[in-house]
């Protein structure tokens, strides 16, 4: 059974940082493309960055680009984002899916809840 | 980008009636090498992750109840409910991957009459 579970959510300041975690299980980590999406609270989905297995191949959204940094540790089977000079509307709940690029998201976390206020 | 626009946001239906669900991309997503549609379908009921529904545009994902069905190519995409249950109350999401931006549509919410 596939299974990914993200940490490192919580409440932090405008202009602040946090870094999220996500540990996987149940299939095989190093060849799955991997990505985050957000959903602010009541609103859709936002794809935020996606990054191959190898780590060679790096996506991010514009909201994303020069705050947050998508990164990978094949050998823990584990994802993580880097958030910096985090804003209000970069409050959600963040969740990490296996997949990205060309592959579908086929599983998805339950979610971590960032939340940017003074 | 690609945008991807549903319709209509939000629709009521009798329990055991049809839902059908619109999803149109602002280019193609039908990669004409391999031939397929880089679409997928996400059910979301409330305080719940999304849950993949179809994928390629008409797959279903594996423990998907069969009433559940895709259909569509190129630009212009369904999601069809044949028997409308009550646990399938929730939103729904189309998202393309044929960009590796991806993009979602803003989301259905399906209620029951």
């Known amino acids: 059974e596939v299974q990914l579970l993200e940490s490192g959510g919580g409440l932090v300041q405008p202009g602040g940082s946090l870094r999220l975690s996500c540990i996987t299980s149940?299939?095989?980590?190093?060849?799955?493309?991997m990505s985050w999406v957000r959903q602010a609270p009541g609103k859709g989905l936002e794809w935020v960055s996606s990054?191959?297995?190898?780590?060679?191949?790096?996506f991010n959204a514009d909201s994303a680009k020069g705050r947050f940094t998508i990164s990978r540790d094949n050998l823990k089977n584990t994802l993580y984002l880097q958030m910096n000079s985090l804003r209000a509307e970069d409050t959600a709940i963040y969740y990490c899916?296996?997949?990205?690029?060309?592959?579908?998201?086929?599983?998805w976390g339950q979610g971590t809840l960032v939340t940017v206020s003074s | 980008d690609i945008v991807m626009t549903q319709s209509p946001d939000s629709l009521a239906v009798s329990l055991g009636e049809r839902a059908t669900i619109n999803c149109k991309s602002s280019?193609?997503?039908?990669?004409?090498?391999?031939?397929?549609?880089?679409l997928a379908w996400f059910q979301q009921k409330q305080g719940q992750p999304p849950r993949l529904l179809v994928y390629?545009?008409?797959t279903r994902e594996s423990g998907v109840p069969d009433r559940f069905s895709g259909s569509g190519s190129g630009t212009d995409f369904t999601l069809t409910i044949s028997s409308l249950q009550a646990e399938d109350v929730a939103a729904y999401y189309c998202?393309?991957?044929?960009?590796?931006?991806?993009?979602f549509g803003q989301g259905t919410k399906v209620e029951i009459k």
């Open positions: 899916v296996n997949g990205g690029g060309n592959d579908f998201a086929a599983h």
């Open positions: 149940g299939f095989t980590f190093k060849n799955s493309a």
């Open positions: 990054i191959s297995g190898s780590s060679g191949n790096i």
């Open positions: 280019q193609s997503v039908l990669y004409s090498a391999n031939n397929k549609n880089y």
């Open positions: 390629w545009a008409s």
């Open positions: 998202q393309q991957y044929y960009s590796t931006s991806w993009t």
